[in-house]
């Protein structure tokens, strides 16, 4: 099993900046990519950022150049930097991890983000 624990959401102003961290603890599976879900109201959810344990980084192009995705081993948490965030950017944030020999994934609660202009 994998859990996962999502925070560093909050309220911030248009260009303002936060930081997410994901907390997570496994046992019975190694954890392969760690993925940064979004998912805004009447929306579906979209990948917006992921890292794979060999560091290799993906960002969906709205988030590009503004959102770094990182992994601290000896902490065991990812983090989301949110630079120069966009109404657009509103959304409950979700922490996934794709673990296991058959990539099984797992969510955190998610944790809410809300850009005002």
């Known amino acids: 099993q994998v859990q996962l624990v999502e925070s560093g959401g909050g309220l911030v102003q248009a260009g303002g900046s936060l930081r997410l961290s994901c907390a997570y603890s496994?046992?019975?599976?190694?954890?392969?990519?760690i993925g940064w879900y979004r998912q805004a109201p009447g929306k579906q959810r979209e990948l917006v950022a992921s890292?794979?344990?060999?560091?290799?980084?993906t960002y969906t192009d709205s988030v590009k150049g503004r959102f770094t995705i990182s992994r601290d081993y000896a902490k065991t948490t990812a983090y989301l930097q949110m630079n120069s965030l966009k109404p657009e950017d509103t959304a409950v944030y979700y922490c996934?991890?794709?673990?296991?020999?058959?990539?099984?994934?797992?969510w955190g609660q998610g944790t809410q983000v809300t850009v005002s202009s």
């Open positions: 996934n991890a794709a673990a296991g020999i058959n990539d099984y994934y797992f």
């Open positions: 496994t046992s019975t599976f190694s954890i392969n990519t």
């Open positions: 890292i794979t344990r060999g560091g290799i980084t």
